[in-house]
C-alpha cells in the first residue's frame, strides 16, 4: 500500500515537470568549466547522488562543504537543491557564487525564491499544489525523492546523449571504498 502511494505520488510530480529540464540542465553542465552541488539536510544527501553520478560521467564535479573542494570561479556552475529555495546558508553560497561570475541552477519546489531571483534557470519539479501535506511522505520527502529521480533520469538522458558506455562509468566509480 505505501510502496503504491509513494510511486503514484512521484510519478505525478514528475508529470508535472517540465520535460525539457535534462536538455536544459545538461547543456548548463556541460558549458560549465566545472560544477559545484550543494544543499542542506536531505537536498545535499540528494546532491551527493547527482555529484557522484556526475563523475561517472565525466565531468569535473566539487560537492559543497567537502573539507577538498575547491573555490568556485567564473565560468563555473553552481547547483543549488532547495524544496524552498529559501535556505540561509544556501542563500550565502549563491551570493558568493555569484559575485564571482559563477552560473547558478535552482532545483526547487518552487518558481520564485530569493535563490531562483539570483539563479540563471530554476527547475521547479512538479507544482506547489503537489507538496502540501502527504500522510506517510512528511518533511520534505515529495520533494527530495522526486527530485532524486529527475535527476537521476537526467543523468540517463546524459548517458544516452553522449553515448557513454557502462563499462566507462564503472572506471570512473570511486575504488577506495
Same mark, same amino acid.
Given at each position: $500500500?505505501?510502496?503504491k502511494?509513494i @510511486?503514484? +505520488? @512521484?510519478s505525478?510530480?514528475?508529470?508535472a515537470?517540465d520535460d #525539457? &529540464?535534462? %536538455?536544459k540542465l ?6 560549465a +568549466?566545472r560544477?559545484?552541488?550543494?544543499g542542506?539536510g536531505?537536498s545535499k544527501?540528494?546532491?551527493?547522488f *547527482?555529484? $557522484?553520478r556526475l563523475v561517472?560521467?565525466? &565531468?569535473d564535479v #566539487? ?7 575547491p573555490? @568556485? +570561479?567564473?565560468g563555473d ?6 524544496? #524552498?529555495? !529559501?535556505?540561509?546558508?544556501?542563500i550565502a553560497?549563491? =551570493?558568493s557564487a =555569484?559575485k ?5 541552477v535552482?532545483?526547487s519546489? =518552487? ?8 539563479a540563471?534557470a530554476?527547475?521547479q @519539479?512538479g507544482?506547489?499544489e503537489?507538496?502540501? +501535506? %502527504?500522510?506517510? $511522505?512528511p518533511?520534505?520527502?515529495? *520533494? !527530495?525523492l522526486?527530485t532524486?529521480?529527475f535527476l537521476e533520469a537526467?543523468?540517463s538522458h546524459i548517458?544516452?546523449? =553522449?553515448g557513454i558506455p557502462e ?5 570512473r ?5
Amino acid at each position: $500500500m505505501h510502496q503504491k502511494l509513494i @510511486i503514484d +505520488k @512521484i510519478s505525478g510530480v514528475l508529470g508535472a515537470t517540465d520535460d #525539457s &529540464y535534462d %536538455v536544459k540542465l545538461t547543456e548548463m553542465l556541460d558549458g560549465a +568549466k566545472r560544477i559545484f552541488v550543494a544543499g542542506a539536510g536531505r537536498s545535499k544527501l540528494v546532491g551527493n547522488f *547527482f555529484a $557522484m553520478r556526475l563523475v561517472h560521467g565525466g &565531468y569535473d564535479v #566539487s560537492v559543497v562543504g567537502e573539507i577538498v573542494t575547491p573555490s @568556485i +570561479k567564473n565560468g563555473d556552475l553552481l547547483i543549488i537543491i532547495s524544496g #524552498s529555495g !529559501e535556505t540561509e546558508q544556501l542563500i550565502a553560497f549563491t =551570493k558568493s557564487a =555569484k559575485k564571482v561570475g559563477a552560473k547558478i541552477v535552482l532545483i526547487s519546489a =518552487k518558481g520564485s525564491s530569493t535563490i531562483g531571483d539570483l539563479a540563471e534557470a530554476v527547475f521547479q @519539479i512538479g507544482n506547489p499544489e503537489q507538496y502540501g +501535506k %502527504v500522510v506517510g $511522505m512528511p518533511m520534505g520527502t515529495v *520533494f !527530495e525523492l522526486s527530485t532524486l529521480l529527475f535527476l537521476e533520469a537526467t543523468i540517463s538522458h546524459i548517458i544516452h546523449e =553522449k553515448g557513454i558506455p557502462e563499462e566507462v562509468m564503472r572506471e570512473r566509480h570511486a575504488n577506495l571504498e
